[in-house]
């Protein structure tokens, strides 16, 4: 017999940083390049996107939906012949979403100068279970002061989020009781 109602769910152990932490590298081809010649800003949030899933799924223990993307920032061009390293890790955990950080590097493949970093983004996952219903998810436990700093901006860009999100529906609220319909 447990402590808890009915209707409550276990606590969780939570889980390092480092447990999930991903690192997905591609060499950019031809097929990449836009119609300037450079890698393709799509291409690279696919692998962001990819990198970040694969994080998710990792920290949750099961399938994992990307809900949002914020602040993707392409900071250099990335060409022909780079290869990209995107690397991946949670931020910060929720009841069932979780803010995945990334950082995008680029180096040529034929020189060992050291990677630069070319973009950056913060995703925001929902755990789901087989149904596609929302589940809960292990606490992340930051294990470095950087882990902790990026947990602590995590949950501001949440509070803006979240802020955001309210100040939309409440516009589209009162835009509707005033007779707008678009």
Same mark, same amino acid.
């Given at each position: 017999?447990?402590?808890?109602?009915?209707?409550?769910?276990?606590?969780? *152990?939570?889980?390092?940083?480092?447990?999930?932490?991903?690192?997905?590298?591609?060499?950019?081809?031809?097929?990449?390049?836009?119609?300037?010649?450079?890698?393709?800003?799509?291409?690279?949030?696919?692998?962001?996107?990819?990198?970040?899933?694969?994080?998710?799924?990792?920290?949750?223990?099961? *399938?994992?939906?990307?809900?949002?993307?914020?602040?993707?920032?392409?900071?250099?061009?990335?060409?022909?012949?780079?290869? #990209?390293?995107?690397?991946?890790?949670?931020?910060?955990?929720?009841?069932?979403?979780?803010?995945?950080?990334?950082?995008?590097?680029?180096?040529?493949?034929?020189?060992?100068?050291?990677?630069?970093?070319?973009?950056?983004?913060?995703? #925001?996952?929902?755990?789901?279970?087989?149904?596609?219903?929302?589940?809960?998810?292990?606490?992340?436990?930051?294990?470095?002061?950087?882990?902790?700093?990026?947990? /602590?901006?995590? /949950?501001?860009?949440?509070?803006?989020?979240?802020?955001?999100?309210?100040?939309?529906?409440?516009?589209?609220?009162?835009?509707?009781?005033?007779?707008?319909?678009?």
């Amino acid at each position: 017999m447990t402590d808890l109602a009915p209707d409550a769910e276990p606590d969780i *152990p939570g889980k390092p940083t480092s447990a999930s932490r991903t690192t997905l590298s591609h060499i950019m081809t031809h097929n990449d390049t836009n119609l300037l010649g450079t890698v393709h800003g799509g291409v690279i949030m696919k692998l962001v996107d990819d990198a970040a899933g694969a994080v998710a799924g990792r920290h949750s223990g099961g *399938p994992a939906v990307t809900a949002s993307m914020d602040e993707m920032a392409f900071l250099e061009p990335v060409r022909v012949g780079d290869l #990209v390293h995107v690397k991946a890790q949670v931020n910060w955990t929720g009841r069932t979403s979780m803010e995945i950080g990334v950082r995008v590097l680029a180096e040529r493949w034929n020189e060992s100068a050291p990677p630069t970093q070319v973009g950056s983004a913060y995703l #925001v996952f929902a755990a789901v279970d087989a149904d596609g219903k929302p589940r809960r998810v292990p606490p992340v436990v930051p294990e470095t002061d950087r882990d902790r700093r990026r947990y /602590q901006e995590a /949950q501001i860009r949440r509070t803006h989020r979240l802020a955001r999100r309210r100040a939309i529906r409440e516009l589209r609220e009162r835009r509707t009781a005033e007779g707008f319909t678009d």
